[in-house]
């Protein structure tokens, strides 16, 4: 087991260099982040990511003839967000994606220290935990593409998600989402403490289980708050049992 803080890597993605620079500039005063790239179009900053997978990006919303926005839409996990922007009414379309923040040009200084220093303390949520109980990611969140959306959501809003062939349909928020993923791996990047695998086509979030029936032959129906119903495998039936103390 180790303690040990975990060094940050970021992308900047931004087309003017006098962005780069500044944002660069300001992360020296925070030694954390022992690597730093920059992309200067979509093309670019997408290789990069795919390369190097960085914590965070920096990233500019009018990029040459495209936005920040197309970018996420291409992103498999995405990691937190820090948008730029000249343009303040942007900065909602920002929040309606869940970014982790945003700054308007020119960049404040004094503000962008507190969107960092925020930002670290969120990242060393877990720095302080042992390895093997590092589950998920520090921002307790992960990252959807429905067709050209794309968001970040709360593992707290995830009622269940049910696999469909090499599909999963994610119930969130009173919303169903339908990805290109299969469930071992969305399963993968969830919290298993918090989330469990009732059966081969259903993981659940143990949050939104409302009550747990005994059905027959040592099986169990479990209801769930949004009123869905879903029947547990024989071995899942043991695992719960042993979770639950039934």
């Known amino acids: 087991m180790t303690t040990a803080l975990k060094p940050i890597h970021a992308l900047i993605v931004d087309d003017e260099e006098l962005a780069q620079l500044q944002i660069k500039y300001l992360l020296r005063n925070f030694p954390r982040f022992d690597k730093v790239e920059t992309a200067s179009s979509l093309d670019e900053a997408l290789s990069k990511y795919n ?3 960085p914590d ?4 500019d919303i009018n990029i040459q003839e495209k936005t920040g926005f197309e970018l996420l839409e ?3 996990d995405a990691p937190p967000i820090i ?3 000249a343009h303040e009414e942007h900065a909602l379309k920002a929040f309606q994606v869940q970014a982790f923040d945003y700054i308007l040009k020119p960049i404040d200084s004094a503000r962008l220290n507190k969107i960092l220093q925020r930002f670290i303390k969120e990242f060393d949520k877990t720095a302080h935990q042992p390895i093997e109980e ?3 990611n520090p921002f307790n ?5 429905d067709g050209d959306n794309a968001w970040f959501i709360g593992y707290d809003e995830i009622q269940r998600i ?3 062939g090499s599909f999963c349909r994610i119930y969130h928020n009173s919303k169903e989402t339908k990805i290109h993923r299969s469930l071992v791996q969305i399963e993968a990047k969830l919290p298993s403490k918090h989330f469990f695998r009732a059966n081969r086509q259903t993981l659940i979030n143990l949050a939104w289980l409302q009550d747990i029936n005994v059905w027959f032959d040592g099986k169990f129906l479990l209801k769930m708050k949004d009123g869905s119903e879903i029947q547990l495998s024989r071995s ?3 695992s719960l049992r042993e979770i639950t103390s039934l």
């Open 236 to 238: 899942a039936a043991k």
């Open 51 to 53: 390369t190097s997978k």
């Open 56 to 59: 965070v990006i920096f990233l």
């Open 162 to 164: 049910e696999s469909e």
């Open 83 to 85: 948008f730029s922007t």
């Open 141 to 145: 969140r992960i990252f959807l593409k």
């Open 134 to 136: 590092d589950e998920g």
């Open 74 to 76: 291409s992103l498999e």
